[in-house]
């Protein structure tokens, strides 16, 4: 126990340690008025777009998130709701290899693969990791209505992928296949052998 809360811990030992300047967590009021924090806009049920942040109304129309709003998660869940700047993901992917955020064995530990989920690909501490073109990548990614991310380490390449969305219909998935294979040289899902 350390007697702070979630979001204040991660603020001092994982933001600022990282040098983490365009990444907090934001309250409703910051995030209304402060115009550097992106909006989602997101198709709500009656088929139109809106700022998800304005209409706390509105709800989702696709069926996998059917009646979520991310404007109303303010301040969200521990291990949600965080905000972040493309150049703060790459300085956090700098800072896990560097052993700032964590000490080299440990972040081994989180990166490292743990058990096989097909050819090339393995399940880790919440960041799964996979071999494509002969290359190890570590990455996450994850959307919700008109909230959309991608992000991966390239260990032995130091480069670092960062893709982000603030609009329904942003094709994620393909445009992050497309930066694999633009650094790797493999397909993605492909394996591509070790």
Known sequence: MTGKTYWDYVEENIFKRCGMIGSAFYTRPRWLTDKHIAHPYMRSADGRVVDAVRNLDKSSSNQATLGKNPGRGFIDVPGDGGFATAADLVRFAHALSDGTVLERPYAEVL????????????????????????????????????????????????????????????????????????????????????
């Open 111 to 194: 990166t490292a693969p743990k058990s096989p989920h097909g050819p090339g690909s393995f399940g880790a501490y919440q960041m799964p990791v996979r071999i494509v073109g002969g290359q190890w990548v570590h990455g996450r990614a994850g959307a919700n209505p008109g909230v959309g991310a991608s992000w991966n380490i390239y260990p032995y390449t130091g480069w670092v992928g960062v893709i982000l969305s603030n609009s329904d219909g942003a094709m994620l998935q393909e445009l992050s296949a497309r930066e694999v294979q633009a650094v790797t040289g493999g397909t993605p899902g492909g394996g591509g052998g070790g």
